[in-house]
């Protein structure tokens, strides 16, 4: 399966803005979405994990659902800081545990 | 607190192997379930494969198996992850990384940048 994002997107700071991440064959709500934050130049790091945890020292303003009737995961920013810019993956599991990621999207502030 | 450092830049040719390290601290290997993740410039990330805890294997992204070998030795505490028969588009940065606190890969090594080029 694959798990398809917007290539990018943008928001001004203090904005809300809200990435999809739509899960092409297979049920979005039996394998577990987790989120990662890629930086310029830095591994990635967790955000969100086993769909809408939020990994200890990541603000509150991250947060993430599941929608089983579109078949798709949502990492959502609310406040958004210039710190939040950078790439962000969603990434599941297909039944044999290997993990796919999602071609990713970059959110600009701005 | 667990650290992964990872070998050094590789630059390679055509049709041959590679071979990167992934050292682990902080922590023992076998604590770990370590993966591995390669990105090609400007591209996103891909996951190459992992050990998987639930059947004690390893496993492998399907475009990668038979050219791509994952292996540890405890006694080092150390992972390697080899690409044989290497291409153009093999060139990628290289990550080992794994879960640890969370049902996530949220520990990652620095990564390492392989170069595929005649």
């Known amino acids: 399966f694959m798990l398809t994002q917007p290539h990018s997107v943008s928001e001004s700071p203090g904005k809300t803005v809200t990435i999809s991440c739509t899960r092409s064959?297979?049920?979005?709500?039996?394998?577990?979405v987790q989120w990662y934050q890629q930086r310029p130049g830095s591994a990635p790091t967790p955000v969100i994990y086993?769909?809408?945890?939020?990994p200890s020292g990541v603000p509150d303003r991250f947060s993430a659902s599941i929608d089983s009737s579109s078949n798709s995961a949502s990492l959502t920013i609310s406040g958004l800081k210039t710190e939040d810019e950078a790439d962000y993956y969603c990434?599941?599991?297909?039944?044999?545990?290997?993990?796919?990621f999602g071609g990713g999207t970059r959110l600009t502030v701005l | 607190q667990v650290h992964l450092v990872q070998s050094g830049t590789e630059v390679k040719k055509p049709g041959a192997s590679v071979k990167v390290s992934c050292k682990v601290s902080?922590?023992?290997?076998?604590?770990?379930?370590m993966h591995w993740v390669r990105q090609a410039p400007g591209k996103g990330l891909e996951w190459m494969g992992g050990?998987?805890?639930?059947?004690?294997?390893?496993i492998y992204a399907h475009k990668f198996q038979g050219r791509v070998t994952m292996t540890e030795d405890t006694s080092t505490d150390t992972a390697y992850m080899e690409v044989s028969s290497l291409r153009s588009d093999d060139t990628a940065v290289y990550y080992c990384?794994?879960?640890?606190?969370?049902?996530?890969?949220?520990?990652w090594g620095q990564g390492t940048t392989v170069t595929v080029s005649s």
């Open positions: 990384a794994s879960p640890v606190i969370i049902d996530a890969l949220d520990v």
């Open positions: 902080g922590y023992t290997l076998t604590e770990l379930s």
């Open positions: 050990f998987d805890p639930e059947n004690g294997e390893t």
């Open positions: 064959s297979g049920s979005i709500a039996t394998n577990y």
């Open positions: 086993e769909d809408d945890q939020r």
């Open positions: 990434q599941s599991y297909d039944g044999s545990n290997h993990r796919v």
